[in-house]
């Protein structure tokens, strides 16, 4: 696949996702695990409902998956810690969170970023660059900036920020507030967050399985 071609193909599955989001019954759950630490959640309520009916499968619950921290070298900076997504939805899944921590900045991880990851910051860096505002990161503590100073890993180097925020994610937290808020009750609603947190984590681990 040639990089023309790859650019289209990701630029298909973004733009097809972001419709699909707009459109679906998907929802935005955040939960705040700490003082600027956020683990974000885009999942569908109805396998969540379904699984409370028949007690069968949460597959398909987690579409994607995120968690950030204030970064400890610059306060107006998150630091992705954790993040996972369905095939096609990385790239507005972290449009989505930049959108809710704005006006700070997000940043992928000083230690490690996965190869899925680092497909999305490259093609933000390579094809989208317009749209964000960004931030040179200081240098981390053992001279490199992140995994490598060499100029491949340029997008790796930077923070972004949209510089207009996307108006999907207070519909997804809409949806979020009114899918647990029509749960009378306060057991069931502590269950049901339980049983979303675990398998967006397991959603996670289970990503970080897949060869790229």
Sequence with gaps: MTANNLFEFLFYEAAVHFSEIGKSEMA???LKAGPGHFTFILYRPSVLTRYFQDWESTKGLTVGMMNVVISDENPKVFEVKNSAAEKGFGPAMYDIVM???SPKFLMADRKDVSGAAQKVWKFMF???LAEYDTLLLPMA????RLKTDVEDFEFLNLAYRLKKKLLIHTTLLMRDRQFFGNQMDKNR???MLTILEEDAWSFFRDRM???E
């Design 209 to 211: 399985n897949v060869v």
């Design 189 to 191: 609603r502590e269950e």
């Design 99 to 101: 959108s809710y921590i």
């Design 141 to 144: 503590w053992d001279g490199t």
């Design 28 to 30: 935005l759950k955040v």
């Design 126 to 128: 390579d094809h989208r």
